[in-house]
């Protein structure tokens, strides 16, 4: 009798795994607001609202709905205007929804902010992604975040109701950490394409983004 083998499937190429994108998202996204709500402003409560979780759900149900239709229409170079389309819907929520503009937040923050929206937007995706040439950035991905998860755990521990954390230090580890995050996103569209020279894609992106910041700063009333 012959033996009966079984094919394997391949998944759905259109689709995009929801629950690991996400968690993901969530798990990034909270890393920031621990460090401004928690860490920076003493304000526990803030980050326990559930109105936060409200609107990072709504965030995330935004980006992800642009991620399938895009990803459905251009296959694979979907990903080429999901990240500008995506950071957009990031950089409005700032001025517009939290009023965080270019006209009060310093260099540093405007730094900060790009690193931010580009890993909750990007990370979720590598995350979700099944393909094995990813595995290694996942697991940097996860490790980095718990990582600084840990170490803001500490920070709050021990400095939680002292006057003597400088909150520039802290704003320059939320860069760093963030810097280290959006990086492992670059390096994946690096890997997705096949290509070293996505890198000037994201350059192009960064000088966009601040010439947006110019703009804002000369006309805005």
Known sequence: MQ???????????????????????????LLGEFFVKVILQRNLGDFL?????????????????????????????YLLWYYPLALGVGISIEWFGLHNTP????????????????????????????????????RALWLTGGVAAGVLALVAILFFSSPYLYSGL????????YGVLAALCFSYYKTF???????????????????????????AP
């Not at 033996?3 to 996204?29: Q, V």
């Not at 759900?57 to 709905?65: A, D, E, G, S």
């Not at 996505?198 to 804002?216: D, E, G, P, S, T």
């Open 170 to 177: 802290v704003w320059v580890f939320f860069v760093a950490f």
């Open 3 to 29: 033996k009966s083998t079984s094919i394997k499937r391949p998944g759905n190429p259109f689709y995009i795994r929801a629950t690991p994108f996400f968690l993901a998202g969530f798990f990034l996204a």
């Open 103 to 138: 006209l009060i937040t310093p260099l540093i923050g405007k730094i900060g902010m790009f690193f931010f929206w580009t890993t909750i937007f990007v990370g979720p995706l590598l995350v979700a992604e099944t393909d094995e040439r990813f595995r290694s950035l996942k």
């Open 49 to 77: 609202s559930p109105v936060l979780f409200g609107n990072y759900l709504l965030i995330f149900l935004i980006v992800y709905t642009i991620a399938i239709v895009l990803k459905n229409f251009m296959q694979k170079y």
């Open 193 to 219: 394409f096949g290509s070293k020279k996505i890198w000037y894609y994201f350059v192009l992106i960064a000088v966009l983004y601040l010439a947006v910041n110019m703009f804002y700063l000369a006309y």
